[in-house]
């Protein structure tokens, strides 16, 4: 369990869930089909140029290089010297990938243009600087190219059956972690309008079920949501002990019940919405 004293320090940081660890749950956690299927869904095609935009662990690249080789290739863009090392270590040396580092609030136009920016679970991270992360991805997006964003909705809320106080619990949870890290716990019902906002045309929009669970729990689903817990609570740890009869301790304790119990339903709202950047713009 990390320890909660290192909140503090943390929130100093733009990225809720860093950990020493994230680049490998980022990796465990990918699911390469659900991933393909969701890139054949955005459009992603041969000979593409494709920008992985917050491209974590760099599976996620990986994928999409599949996808668009031969003729195409991705550059996975992430603004961690960690995950951006990780990425190079495991999926450097394969065709037609090809990984920097950059923080996506500043402008990508060293990088040339792209046919397909793709943005996944990367908007949730940056509430107030979401609309100016997208003008940024238009301005290297090639004109008729495709803006992909596909990001979670009710993240974190949908499990059935806590028990009420744990439910209350994560719903306080979340709120403060949207307060204090800039998080969007509902950035999946915002991205047409970011879209939309953005001028783009030929909007289109999808809803999928991820992490859905039920019955017994894959080792590596459990590990996935027992980090998120572990590093979303701790940094909001005081939230906890105010609202948890017995703490931050009592709250995990329970929630790993909950996981283990192969009755629990757990299932989250994934969005995914493309949009086409105008010929003229
Ligand atoms: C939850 S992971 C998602 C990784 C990958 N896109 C996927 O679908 O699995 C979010 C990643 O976005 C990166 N990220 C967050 N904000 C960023 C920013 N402003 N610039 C670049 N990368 C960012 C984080 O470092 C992290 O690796």
Known sequence: MQDPSSAKSRR????????????????????????????????????????DAGCGAGITTSILADVVVPGGGVLGVDYSPQR??????????????????????????????????????????????????????????????????????????????????????????????????????FIGRKLYSLLYDAGLEDIRVELAAHNLFYGPMKESDKFNL????????????????????GGYARFYEDFVRHLDDPRRFTYTPLLMTSGRKPASG
Not at 17 to 43: F, H, N, P, Y
Not at 93 to 105: I, P, S, T
Not at 130 to 142: D, S
């Open 84 to 185: 951006i090392d990780y990425a190079a270590a495991h999926y450097g040396g394969e065709r037609g990938v090809a990984f920097a580092l950059h923080d996506l609030r500043e402008p990508l136009t060293r990088f040339g243009t792209f046919d397909l920016i793709w943005v996944r679970f990367v908007l949730e991270y940056h509430r107030s600087a979401a609309g100016a992360i997208v003008r940024n991805l238009l301005e290297c997006l090639k004109p008729g190219g495709r803006l992909c964003l596909l990001d979670l909705d009710y993240n974190c809320l949908t499990h059935h059956e806590l028990p009420e106080a744990t439910m209350d619990a994560l719903q306080k949870i979340m709120r403060a972690v949207d307060e204090r890290f800039d998080f969007d716990t």
């Open 226 to 245: 027992m980090k998120k817990i572990e590093i979303a609570g701790s940094a909001v740890n005081d939230v906890i002990e105010a609202c948890y009869p």
């Open 12 to 51: 100093a940081t733009a990225y809720l869930m860093e950990s020493e660890e994230e680049a490998i749950r980022l990796d465990v956690k990918t699911d390469r089909d659900a991933v393909r299927r969701q890139a054949l869904w955005c459009g992603v095609g041969p000979g593409l140029r494709v920008l």
